[in-house]
């Protein structure tokens, strides 16, 4: 399974980006979905999560109020809202996902996930 995250780029601080995720031949309406980013030098954080219904959602406390993770289950493709960015929201983003049975609570322990997205720079710079 191979997830495809796209949609990063070059912005300025306070602009916005919408990444997606998506992933040919896998059904990811099965499954909860989550976003993580990993700045140089630092570990792999979780950003985002959100259920398989997309009726929950879950954010860290850096990106709460600004991001928003949404999934079109018809599209097969989960995206991440990013507003009001910042330079330490400079990143690489993956999203990641897993057959596993886990407790939502974990859903930012990066150890917890199979599957993961080749990733999608994002430079919030001016």
């Known amino acids: 399974v191979q997830l495809q995250a796209s949609g990063g780029g070059l912005v300025q601080p306070g602009g916005s980006l919408r990444l997606s995720c998506a992933a040919p031949?896998?059904?990811?309406?099965?499954?909860?979905i989550a976003w993580f980013r990993q700045a140089p030098g630092k570990e792999r954080e979780g950003v985002s999560y959100?259920?398989?219904?997309?009726?929950?959602?879950y954010y860290a406390d850096s990106v709460k109020g600004r991001f928003t993770c949404s999934r079109d289950n018809a599209k097969n493709t989960v995206y991440l809202q990013m507003n009001s960015l910042k330079p330490e929201d400079t990143a690489i983003y993956y999203c990641?996902?897993?057959?596993?049975?886990?407790?939502?609570?974990?859903?930012?322990?990066?150890?917890?996930?199979?599957?993961w997205g080749q990733g999608t720079q994002v430079t919030v710079s001016s």
């Open positions: 990641a996902t897993t057959p596993r049975r886990y407790l939502i609570s974990d859903w930012s322990a990066r150890d917890i996930y199979t599957y």
């Open positions: 959100i259920s398989r219904s997309g009726g929950s959602t």
């Open positions: 031949g896998f059904t990811l309406e099965n499954y909860g």
